[in-house]
Structures are given as structure tokens and as C-alpha cells.
């Protein structure tokens, strides 16, 4: 009998969430994206970091009690996620250097889950060409991780969203 365990697809960083819950897609327009991003998380395709929900909970808006009902999409810290963050942290020192205004930080997690579940990351964070501080989408291409923003992720999955 063949496995019906649903397989994670995608990883997603924060700012995937806050970009699109605040500034491209909000919920009061899109509530049927919402609706789906949500039904995949239930079901095991769309995961995060443990850092995200810290991350997302540093907001105040309707985004923080949205995000609370996904708490099984939560995917805990193991080793083999540490062995590639410290991989990672062992090249780019500068990422594990908190700003004070920011004390949690999901990036490299992101990366090692997509890695290690062999998902697509999506983010809207855009490579900037810092060889010292990389961002999500050049530590992906360098761990041969697929990754996509929000929009690419609709056409990925055949969203439509009609009026």
C-alpha cells in the first residue's frame, strides 16, 4: 500500500507571511488564499521553522492569532537541521549576529528544513550579492534548494483568485 503521508512542498520564511498578510495580499481581499495557505499547513505541505512563529509573534496585527491555529506546521529543532546551520554559520559568521531589534532569526533553519524535506523555500527576500551576509535565496542556490516568492508559489500550486 503506497504511502498516503502527505509530502512537505514548501518552507516558509517569515517574510513570506508578513509581506503578504501586510502588504501585498491582505487577508480582507485575499481570505480565500488565506483560507488555502492555511488547509496546506494543516496537511503537513507548507512547514516553518520554529523561529517563524517567534518572528511573526514580535508583530501586534490579526497576522500574530492567525498564525496560532498552523501551530502544527511547526517543524522542531533536530540535529541534522543544527549540522547545516552550523554549516552555514561556520561559513557566514555574520548571519548569527542578532541586530537588537531583532532577536529571533529563521533564516538558516528555513534553508536547512527545505534542504533537508528536499521542498521549495518562499520568501521575499531577494539575493543582494553579499558574499558576507547572504540572504535566503543565495544560502539556497548554494545548498541547491529550490526557492520562490509568494506570487511564484500561486502559480506553482495553480491558485486562481477571481472576483
Known amino acids: 500500500m503506497p504511502d498516503e503521508t502527505p509530502k512537505i512542498k514548501y518552507?516558509?520564511?517569515?517574510s513570506a507571511f508578513v509581506n503578504g498578510?501586510?502588504?501585498h495580499y491582505k487577508p480582507r481581499s485575499f481570505s480565500t488564499l488565506w483560507d488555502h495557505i492555511g488547509e496546506m499547513m494543516q496537511k503537513?505541505?507548507?512547514?516553518?521553522?520554529?523561529?517563524?512563529?517567534?518572528?511573526?509573534?514580535a508583530g501586534t496585527d490579526?497576522?500574530?492569532?492567525?498564525?496560532?491555529?498552523?501551530?502544527?506546521?511547526?517543524?522542531?529543532v533536530t540535529q541534522?537541521?543544527?549540522n547545516i546551520v552550523?554549516?552555514?554559520?561556520?561559513?557566514y559568521p555574520l548571519i548569527s549576529e542578532y541586530k537588537s531589534s531583532?532577536?529571533?532569526s529563521a533564516d538558516t533553519f528555513v534553508v536547512a528544513i527545505a534542504k533537508i524535506n528536499k521542498c521549495t523555500?518562499?520568501?521575499?527576500?531577494?539575493p543582494d550579492g553579499n558574499k558576507v551576509k547572504p540572504k535566503i535565496p543565495a544560502l539556497c542556490k548554494e545548498h541547491f534548494v529550490e526557492c520562490c516568492d509568494l506570487a511564484t508559489f500561486f502559480e506553482k500550486e495553480g491558485m486562481t483568485f477571481n472576483h
Open 62 to 76: 490579526d497576522l500574530v492569532s492567525w498564525f496560532k491555529q498552523y501551530k502544527s506546521c511547526v517543524m522542531p
Open 21 to 23: 498578510w501586510r502588504r
Open 44 to 57: 503537513g505541505l507548507i512547514v516553518v521553522a520554529e523561529e517563524v512563529p517567534k518572528e511573526i509573534g
Open 11 to 14: 518552507c516558509f520564511d517569515t
Open 80 to 82: 541534522e537541521q543544527l
Open 86 to 91: 552550523s554549516d552555514i554559520v561556520n561559513k
Open 121 to 126: 523555500v518562499v520568501t521575499y527576500e531577494k
Open 102 to 104: 531583532k532577536i529571533y
